[in-house]
Nanobody
Framework: QVQLVESGGGLVQAGDSLRLSCVVS????????MGWFRQAPGKEREFVAA????????YYAESVKGRFTISRDNAQKTVYLQMTSLKPEDTAVYYC????????????????WGQGTQVTVSS
């Protein structure tokens, strides 16, 4: 059974930092590209960041570039999202996802999803 379990969310103030973690089990982690998405109330789920199998390539949405950093530890089967300089508009439920395919920025590209972790940024 494949499981993706996110943690690390919380309530922070604007300008603060948070690090999200996603522990994966039930699949060959190093064979999957990993992504982070977020969904704010009333909005569609949107791409935040993605990382290649080895971690050598990373991709970011323009809205988080320079503030967020995605990384992975294949030995620990964990993907991270370090978020700095948080803004109220970063408030959302954050999801990690896994894909064995080539697409990385669309929801449809990902086969496995976690349940999400809430991030709330107050002004």
């Amino acid at each position: 059974q494949v499981q993706l379990v996110e943690s690390g969310g919380g309530l922070v103030q604007a300008g603060d930092s948070l690090r999200l973690s996603c522990v994966v089990s039930g699949l060959s982690f190093s064979s999957y590209r990993m992504g982070w998405f977020r969904q704010a109330p009333g909005k569609e789920r949107e791409f935040v960041a993605a990382i290649s199998w080895s971690g050598g390539s990373t991709y970011y949405a323009e809205s988080v570039k320079g503030r967020f950093t995605i990384s992975r530890d294949n030995a620990q089967k964990t993907v991270y999202l370090q978020m700095t300089s948080l803004k109220p508009e970063d408030t959302a439920v954050y999801y990690c996802a896994a894909t064995a395919g080539t697409g990385i920025v669309t929801v449809a590209s990902y086969k496995y999803w976690g349940q999400g972790t809430q991030v709330t940024v107050s002004s």
